[in-house]
């Protein structure tokens, strides 16, 4: 049997042990693996908006442990079985020394490497530019193409899905092989070769129709910016490789980031609202 080690982690480090709106299923395959006991996650509540859930690998087995967000007196506090605390990190600390069933909190789950492959310029503040050959670890999976992640450098933002790949033992033998075969000074990181990377939202016949998936309030002065509320409708008449398209938004025209849209499936121009 494994045996919990000393507590190694620091509470108030949210990017190590939050893992955002995981399923209960992703994270037993997370945990399942791991040889040590205390190993666990902070995860979403699926059942419960608001709700958090502890996730720890105990004795043969994964424990779901819900955390809820209750409201006492006008104050916040986070409550786990016959305990309160007044935040997160609070919580962890505690049980950093105290076991749950058969364990205390070690240490959280490691995080899923990503290699990208390709560069990638940002067009928001919130966006994380990365270079091919990077290796970036992934923080939450927010949305299908945007997932939250972290660089070597300890900056976090949001990346495109498809520019990144799996890090796994082929993959880091094939950059390993790559970066031997090609000594040169001041190298830039290599990784193995991909064709072009692919649009976001995909290959498009336009005009198509997409929507605002993030708010977009543009400078006063820039009169060719579009503002873009969540669910609007957009008509995307133009793409350009610089991630600045074109299109029309309840009747005005102009330029927006590509970041804040998501095209519509099986949509058809054809001047018809989408039936309910």
Not at 52 to 74: A, M, P, Q, T
Not at 142 to 169: C, F, H, M, R
Not at 246 to 262: D, S, V
Request: overall charge negative; some cysteine.
């Amino acid at each position: 049997m494994a045996l919990a080690m000393a507590a190694d982690f620091d509470p108030e480090d949210k990017n190590s042990w939050y893992f955002g709106p995981i399923t209960r299923e992703e994270t037993n395959a997370a945990l399942q693996t791991e040889r040590d006991l205390g190993i666990f996650l902070v995860r979403d509540s699926k059942t419960i908006s608001g709700d958090f859930v502890l996730c720890v690998k105990e004795d043969n087995k994964v424990s779901h442990y819900i955390i809820n967000k209750i409201n006492v007196g006008g104050t916040i506090r986070f409550r786990i079985g016959d305990q309160e605390f007044p935040d997160l990190p609070s919580l962890l600390n505690f049980y950093k020394t105290h076991f749950l069933d058969t364990t205390s909190l070690v240490r959280p789950a490691p995080r899923e490497k990503y290699f990208a492959k390709f560069d990638f310029q940002g067009n928001d503040d919130e966006d994380l530019s990365f270079r091919r050959g990077e290796i970036l670890t992934i923080l939450q999976k927010d949305e299908e193409q945007w997932w939250t992640a972290k660089n070597s450098l300890g900056t976090t933002g949001l990346v495109p899905v498809p520019y990144i790949t799996k890090y796994d033992a082929e993959t880091a033998r094939r950059y390993e092989a790559d970066q031997r075969a090609r000594p040169t000074p001041n190298p830039q990181p290599s990784c193995p070769d991909y064709s072009q990377p692919p649009p976001l939202n995909g290959q498009r016949e336009l005009p198509a129709m997409a929507r605002v998936i993030k708010q977009r309030i543009p400078n006063a002065y820039d009169k060719r910016a579009l503002k873009l509320e969540v669910g609007d409708e957009v008509k995307v008449t133009a793409m350009d490789i610089t991630g600045q398209w074109e299109g029309e938004c309840n009747g005005i025209k102009g330029l927006f980031p590509f970041t804040h849209i998501q095209f519509i499936d099986n949509h058809k121009d054809s001047g018809q609202e989408d039936e309910p």
